[in-house]
């Protein structure tokens, strides 16, 4: 009961446990790696199968949506363009708005994805993935309120800000 491992957990020295009490410890068979073996597959495969019917379809329908904002951006631009209620003519966007409003996504999202990741490290899954649907949520709907060119440059670069962190660091750090 009283072995070196034993001994150093409890005193968080690590001064007394040296490489040849480690050796006499693996080789009795009553090492921390025996202790932890047991039981350890039915564990992870519970956890696993956690993964795979919780947590991978939520992560889907995130990509998904996210996906679908980001490409619904070319369709809000030319929907309904022969009645001219398109959002190219609504806001009177030529080529060099639209152009620079795709771009402005990939600005915010590039500037905010290392400070996002930083963040991302302090606050749980459920937080952060709470907090980029709902902001992204946020922003989308502001599309509503557009009324110039420079509100949607500023909408796009926003958008790409509350995105940032999400893919692929998000989901690589958790699962």
């Known amino acids: 009961m009283n072995s070196p491992t034993d001994k150093t957990l409890q005193d968080g020295k ?22 932890f073996s047991k039981g350890t597959d039915h564990q992870l495969d519970k956890v696993y199968r956690h993964l795979d019917y919780r947590i991978i379809p939520a992560l889907w329908c995130m990509y998904f949506l996210t996906s679908f904002g980001s490409s619904a951006y070319g369709n809000t631009m030319t929907m309904n363009f022969e009645k001219n209620h398109s959002l190219i003519g609504t806001l009177h966007l030529n080529s060099h708005h639209t152009s620079t409003a795709s771009a402005l996504y990939y600005v915010g999202y590039i500037l ?64």
């Open 14 to 35: 690590n001064d007394e446990f040296d490489l040849e009490s480690r050796q006499s410890v693996s080789a009795s068979g009553s090492g921390p790696d025996e202790h």
């Open 112 to 175: 905010f994805d290392l400070p996002m990741n930083l963040i991302m490290t302090k606050l749980s899954p459920q937080v952060w993935l709470s907090r980029i649907v709902i902001t992204v949520g946020l922003v989308y709907t502001c599309y509503a309120a557009l009324t110039n060119a420079k509100g949607i440059m500023a909408i796009r670069f926003m958008s790409g800000m509350c995105g940032a962190g999400t893919w692929p660091d998000g989901y690589g750090s958790w699962v």
